[in-house]
Nanobody, 118 residues
Framework: QVQLVESGGGLVQAGGSLRLSCAASGRTASITYMSWHRQTPGKERELVASIGDGGSTKYADAVKGRFTISRDNAKNTLYLQMNSLKPEDTAVYYC????????????WGQGTQVTVSS
């Protein structure tokens, strides 16, 4: 129904910036809520930021003020601008899309690794 491909991850120094992208394909017109999650070994996948169909955004306390989530509907792409990165931000970041109508449910990308060195 929906395919998601993340990109933009890599190795950066603390205090640096990185921009993640998530390209969506398939039934993109049915996507409403989109979000970024992250996961480290032994930890549950946690919500980082989300954006609704109307553009409303929410952020985890740990990233509030540093990260910005946005979406370009024309390009079917979700972004996560990450500034003032900290070592604790190191994780695999996953793109998520919630689809309504036929194929209702959550869809995930394969993830992109973000490593922040101290």
């Amino acid at each position: 129904q929906v395919q998601l491909v993340e990109s933009g991850g890599g190795l950066v120094q603390a205090g640096g910036s990185l921009r993640l992208s998530c390209a969506a394909s398939g039934r993109t017109a049915s996507i409403t809520y989109m979000s970024w999650h992250r996961q480290t070994p032994g930890k549950e996948r946690e919500l980082v930021a989300s954006i609704g169909d109307g553009g409303s955004t929410k952020y985890a306390d740990a990233v509030k003020g540093r990260f910005t989530i946005s979406r370009d509907n024309a390009k079917n792409t979700l972004y996560l601008q990450m500034n003032s990165l900290k070592p604790e931000d190191t994780a695999v970041y996953y793109c998520n899309a919630y689809i309504i109508r036929v194929g209702k449910g959550h869809y995930w990308g394969q993830g992109t690794q973000v490593t922040v060195s101290s």
